[in-house]
């Protein structure tokens, strides 16, 4: 089994990969999460005069501040140079939540997936954090890969 998961060594010790002999690449990673909360909290976070200021700016800028800093988050990360970083939310009344998308891109010879799920996580804990004292019981949920482009192994889009 260590010999499909390339963080493990051939005794199942985890190991950073070697990427020095891959191509440079263009690398693209899009992720996406949301937050459920109550419509009465939605309405509020979609007002923008939040007690800690616009629910929808702090947690962009969070995401784009995290996604800059995954190496330094999870262990086995390589420190790339991120080209771009766009994170955007977005109201889902229906559904009762705040979307977050985030897109990540670079040139370089490892992806970007894990930046564009760490820009969601982070973007995710913030609108918690920002409106935790209206709700308590939101939800964060479905923080998953969209796409990738670039690398080796090619292209990735999750089934709709």
Same mark, same amino acid.
């Given at each position: 089994?260590?010999?499909?998961?390339?963080?493990?060594? %051939?005794?199942?010790?985890?190991?950073?990969?070697?990427?020095?002999?891959?191509?440079?690449?263009?690398?693209?990673?899009?992720?996406?999460?949301?937050?459920?909360?109550?419509?009465?909290?939605?309405?509020?976070?979609?007002?923008?005069?939040?007690?800690?200021?616009?629910?929808?700016?702090?947690?962009?800028?969070?995401?784009?501040?995290?996604?800059?800093?995954?190496?330094?988050?999870?262990?086995?990360?390589?420190?790339?140079?991120?080209?771009?970083?766009?994170?955007?939310?977005?109201?889902?009344?229906?559904?009762?939540?705040?979307?977050?998308?985030?897109?990540?891109?670079? %040139?370089?010879?490892?992806?970007?997936?894990?930046?564009?799920?760490?820009?969601?996580?982070?973007?995710?804990?913030?609108? !918690?954090?920002?409106?935790?004292?209206?709700?308590?019981?939101?939800?964060?949920?479905?923080?998953?890969?969209?796409?990738?482009?670039?690398?080796?192994?090619?292209? !990735?889009?999750?089934?709709?």
């Amino acid at each position: 089994m260590a010999d499909d998961l390339t963080h493990l060594d %051939s005794t199942g010790q985890a190991r950073m990969v070697d990427v020095g002999a891959k191509p440079v690449t263009v690398r693209e990673a899009v992720a996406t999460g949301r937050v459920r909360m109550t419509a009465e909290t939605l309405k509020k976070a979609l007002a923008g005069d939040s007690k800690k200021g616009s629910v929808r700016a702090a947690a962009e800028f969070a995401g784009i501040m995290a996604a800059k800093r995954t190496a330094e988050l999870i262990p086995l990360c390589h420190q790339i140079a991120l080209s771009s970083v766009k994170v955007e939310i977005a109201a889902d009344e229906a559904a009762g939540a705040l979307v977050v998308t985030a897109r990540a891109k670079t %040139s370089g010879q490892t992806g970007v997936e894990m930046e564009a799920l760490t820009a969601v996580s982070v973007a995710c804990l913030t609108i !918690y954090d920002m409106l935790k004292a209206s709700d308590r019981a939101m939800v964060i949920e479905g923080i998953t890969l969209l796409e990738k482009h670039g690398g080796a192994s090619g292209d !990735y889009v999750r089934p709709r």
